[in-house]
């Protein structure tokens, strides 16, 4: 078949798309990292037998994530390459968003902000350890959870009025430009009576705000309109309402792909194609 794989090994999950060789996707695997070696090997495992493949139907295995470079030599005797992360996490958004041109922002354990744009390459402009290894950590010790299904799950129950100051606490009337119900400070209001889920739907605001902030400026850096939001903590439910404030503030238009989870693997996969020719 000349399926490509393409491997995103990151801090806390590997994610793993099979490649046709016109570049279209056949499948996608995400499985939670322990160490990165096991998470590599029980992943590749898992997905030639969940596609009914075979070793001989892999043409080549492309790694990239922080994960890789704990990986030496090839896996199980196929051809494997190594793709740069930051590389793969353009090429992957722009692919997933068919966008020319955009800021993307990988959202996985941390958060890396580039800029890419087809034809001229990917390049990284900072990085913030703001992300989903925040949100896990400080769930972990404030609700005794860490894994985002059970954080996902406790927040939809939460009221960010017991946890969160904002800006109609504190002025009787805001500037045009912002919205009285703006969060002035995370954690600044914080009831003593909060409940758990009150905690863990601050703590996600906390995160993507924090983000969204980086965002106006990584933009302005850029002089550019465009971000598209990839990595793991895009799952998040509450995603599309925090940006959507940010996109009414400051008139970014942010493009959530589908399988954005994936977006580092698949550009993984396609960059090697696109070395040989193939696309």
């Known amino acids: 078949m000349d399926v490509i794989l393409g491997i995103d090994i990151g801090g806390s999950a590997t994610k793993i798309v ?7 996707v056949l499948s ?20 030639l037998t969940s596609n009914r493949l075979r070793l001989q139907d892999v043409k080549r295995v492309v790694l990239t994530g922080v994960g890789a470079s704990y990986v030496d030599g090839d896996i199980y005797d196929l051809p494997t390459r190594k793709v740069d992360e930051f590389l793969s996490s353009g090429t992957g958004a722009l692919a997933l968003s068919g966008q020319s041109s955009a800021v993307v922002v990988t959202m996985g354990t941390g958060t890396a902000f580039l800029w890419a744009e087809r034809g001229k390459g990917v390049r990284h402009l900072c ?26 799950k406790l927040a939809e ?4 009025n017991h946890v969160d100051l904002t800006i109609k606490d504190i002025a009787k009337s805001a500037a045009a430009s912002l919205d009285p119900d703006m969060t002035a400070a995370n954690f600044g209001n914080l009831a003593e009576d909060a409940s758990p889920a009150d905690l863990a739907a601050g703590v996600i605001n906390l995160v993507l705000q924090a983000i969204g ?22 799952t998040l439910p509450q995603v599309r309402t925090n940006f959507a404030t940010f996109e009414k503030l400051y008139g970014i238009r942010y493009i959530l792909p589908e399988n954005a989870t994936f977006a580092t693997a698949i ?5 090697s194609l696109k070395t040989e020719g193939a696309l």
Do not use: H, W
Not at 32 to 46: M, P, V
């Open 28 to 47: 996608m695997l995400r499985v939670r990292a322990e160490d990165q070696a096991t998470s590599l090997y029980g992943a590749f495992g898992n997905y």
């Open 127 to 152: 990085g913030s350890g703001i992300g989903g290894g925040t949100l896990g950590g400080l769930c972990s010790k404030l609700v005794g959870m860490e894994r985002f299904g059970q954080i996902k």
């Open 157 to 160: 129950g939460g009221d960010l």
């Open 18 to 24: 099979g490649l046709r060789p016109d570049g279209s």
């Open 213 to 234: 902030t980086m965002t106006v400026l990584a933009c302005q850096c850029c002089k550019t309109q465009t971000v598209v939001l990839t990595g793991s903590v895009t």
């Open 267 to 271: 550009g993984a996969g396609l960059s």
